[in-house]
């Protein structure tokens, strides 16, 4: 079992930064994917990013690449998301997951962050 919470959500202006972070125990975080969902009001979960056990592979949305990274501190247990260049379509809560070891899909789910982009 894996347990998730994330923090650094809140209320920035279109065209801040925020940094979301994710700090995983209960178990080993090796070998495990993590990544990063959102979700707006009246809207699907949606992708935003992930990153392989080694950090050495990621993947983005769309929408995101180019202004978020995800990065990792596997020492710390800790997944992060960096935000740039926030556009009010990035408002949403936003999710920490995580694979179980050498999993595929998500199985773990954080409690989600509020993240607001006011124009």
């Known amino acids: 079992q894996v347990q998730l919470v994330e923090s650094g959500g809140g209320l920035v202006q279109a065209g801040g930064s925020l940094r979301l972070s994710c700090a995983a125990s209960?178990?080993?975080?090796?070998?495990?994917?993590m990544g990063w969902f959102r979700q707006a009001p009246g809207k699907k979960r949606e992708f935003v990013a992930d990153?392989?056990?080694?950090?050495?592979?990621?993947s983005y949305a769309d929408s995101v690449k180019g202004r978020f990274t995800i990065s990792r501190d596997n020492a710390a247990n800790t997944v992060y998301l960096q935000m740039n260049s926030l556009e009010s379509e990035d408002t949403a809560v936003y999710y920490c997951?995580?694979?179980?070891?050498?999993?595929?899909?998500?199985?773990?789910w954080g409690q989600g962050t509020q993240v607001t982009v006011s124009s």
């Open positions: 209960g178990r080993t975080f090796s070998g495990i994917t």
């Open positions: 997951a995580a694979t179980r070891v050498g999993g595929s899909s998500f199985n773990y």
């Open positions: 990153i392989n056990w080694t950090g050495v592979r990621t």
